[in-house]
């Protein structure tokens, strides 16, 4: 059974920075590309970071510069760094096995101004 736990999630006021964990058992996490989402109120879930077995890495234009994700593979994590955060990245956040249907629980991240 493939899980995801993220955890990281907070109040943070703008400006500030949060970094988010995802932690995956039940796969072979070095071999899979893995992403992170995020779901704002009312709106579609939309893709935010990829970062390959390698460590390549690609990010929405709305985070580039801003956001980092990196990953451990001898400890099955993910990471997302996010640095100068803003009002309009509150959202809940996921990650993802890329090209599956696996997800995390998700984390609130709420940034106020």
């Given at each position: 059974?493939?899980?995801?736990?993220?955890?990281?999630?907070?109040?943070?006021?703008?400006?500030?920075?949060?970094?988010?964990?995802?932690?995956?058992?039940?796969?072979?996490?070095?071999?899979?590309?893995?992403?992170?989402?995020?779901?704002?109120?009312?709106?579609?879930?939309?893709?935010?970071?990829?970062?390959?077995?390698?460590?390549?890495?690609?990010?929405?234009?709305s985070v580039k510069d801003r956001f980092t994700c990196s990953r451990d593979n001898a400890k099955n994590t993910v990471w997302l760094q996010m640095?100068?955060?803003?009002?309009?990245?509150?959202?809940?956040?996921?990650?993802?096995?890329?090209?599956?249907?696996?997800?995390?629980?998700?984390?609130?991240?709420?940034?106020?101004?």
């Open positions: 059974q493939v899980q995801l736990v993220e955890s990281g999630g907070g109040l943070v006021q703008a400006g500030g920075s949060l970094r988010l964990s995802c932690v995956v058992s039940g796969t072979i996490f070095s071999s899979k590309t893995m992403r992170w989402y995020r779901q704002a109120p009312g709106k579609q879930r939309e893709f935010v970071a990829h970062i390959t077995p390698g460590g390549a890495t690609n990010y929405a234009d640095n100068n955060l803003k009002p309009e990245d509150t959202a809940v956040y996921y990650c993802n096995l890329a090209f599956t249907g696996w997800w995390g629980q998700g984390t609130q991240v709420t940034v106020s101004s």
